[in-house]
């Protein structure tokens, strides 16, 4: 299903989800994450789980990396829209000198796509540059 009257909003979120992962502006946090979200991942051969708001709190709490004139690297791998009211996206991202691949679960709530699970894969770590 990738009706242009769903997609393009879709896409906008997915858009506002790399804005917030480059520019950790967590003004626009709610705009990206619905309130009761969790992420998952395997970090350091552990499973790691992180509430929303965790995660919130770490994004306030780390340098940007527009701060530190980090790479840009974003990318929209698979979108599957499930219903207009739900969509499975597959992202790459670069974070700083991690690259990730995640799993971005969106449901249209009032009118608006929100991640409501993230299951995030560590792809690649590049080496920091000096500055």
């Known amino acids: 299903m990738t009706e242009g009257p769903t997609l393009a909003p879709l896409l906008e979120a997915v858009d506002r989800y790399f804005t917030l992962m480059y520019d950790n502006d967590v003004s626009q946090f709610d705009r990206v ?7 998952h991942g395997i970090r350091d051969a552990e499973l790691r789980i992180l509430p929303v708001r965790d995660y919130r709190t770490l994004l306030v709490s780390t ?3 527009e701060s530190k004139d980090a790479p840009r690297l974003q990318e929209v791998l698979l979108i599957d829209v499930v ?3 739900q969509a499975l996206v597959k992202v790459r991202v670069r974070i700083d000198v991690l690259q990730y691949v995640d799993y971005l679960a969106y449901h249209r709530i009032n009118d608006t796509w929100l991640i409501t699970a993230k299951s995030f894969h560590i792809e690649r770590r590049y080496e920091p540059t000096g500055t």
């Open 33 to 39: 994450f619905a309130p009761t979200a969790q992420l």
């Open 63 to 65: 340098p940007s990396p």
């Open 83 to 85: 219903s207009p009211a």
